[in-house]
């Protein structure tokens, strides 16, 4: 079974754009089964995930009220966390619930960049990644003289 904060890093992404994509409105959506296909890929595997959680035979009431409270304050991170932390709790008490979302998932990495000038990798980045304003990159394989005042220079072959 794949480690609670692992899974958190999947699971809580995809319930966060289901909360965006549909707002308070999630809860009732997850109540009637109800799937917009105008809804991004992510925000329908949110919806199904917390639709599972929800559905769990245990109390539920924390989730539904950090989602609302998500609602409420969109992109606050401690609305996010509170999400976070019930889900983790959820997780915690139901080691094969746990494992039933894992198997939800897509087998693949999912990446989540957050902020100004952030940067996400889901596999391998062959090339430079730079967020700096004026930044000047050089690849190695690429020998190039650095304008004056900008570190060694090196001479073209």
Same mark, same amino acid.
């Given at each position: 079974?794949?480690? *609670?904060d692992?899974? &958190?890093? @999947?699971i $809580?992404?995809?319930? @966060?754009?289901?909360?965006s994509?549909?707002? +308070?409105? =999630? &809860?009732? !959506? ?6 917009d296909?105008?809804?991004? %890929? ?5 919806? !199904? ?8 035979d245990?109390?539920?009431?924390? +989730? ?6 998500? $609602?409420?304050? #969109?992109?606050? /991170? ?8 019930q *889900? ?6 139901d080691?094969?619930? #746990? ?7 897509p087998?693949? /990495? =999912? =990446? !989540?960049?957050?902020?100004? !000038?952030?940067? #996400? $990798?889901?596999?391998?980045? @062959?090339? *430079? *990644? ?17 304008? %004056? ?9």
């Amino acid at each position: 079974m794949p480690e *609670i904060d692992a899974l &958190l890093g @999947q699971i $809580v992404p995809a319930v @966060q754009a289901a909360v965006s994509a549909y707002g +308070v409105g =999630v &809860l009732a !959506r997850v109540e009637d089964r109800v799937v917009d296909q105008a809804a991004g %890929e992510t925000a329908r595997l949110g919806q !199904r995930l917390l639709d599972r959680i929800l559905r769990r035979d245990t109390d539920t009431a924390q +989730v539904g009220t950090a989602v609302a409270d998500l $609602v409420e304050a #969109a992109g606050d /991170p401690d609305a996010e966390g509170a999400l976070r932390l019930q *889900i983790r709790k959820v997780l915690q008490g139901d080691r094969s619930l #746990a494992a039933e979302l894992a198997s939800m998932l897509p087998a693949g /990495p =999912v =990446v !989540r960049a957050g902020g100004e !000038r952030s940067v #996400a $990798v889901g596999r391998d980045n @062959q090339g *430079i *990644i730079s967020t700096g304003d004026g930044a000047r990159n050089f690849m190695a394989s690429e020998p190039r003289t650095a304008p %004056e005042g900008h570190g060694p220079r090196r001479a073209h072959p």
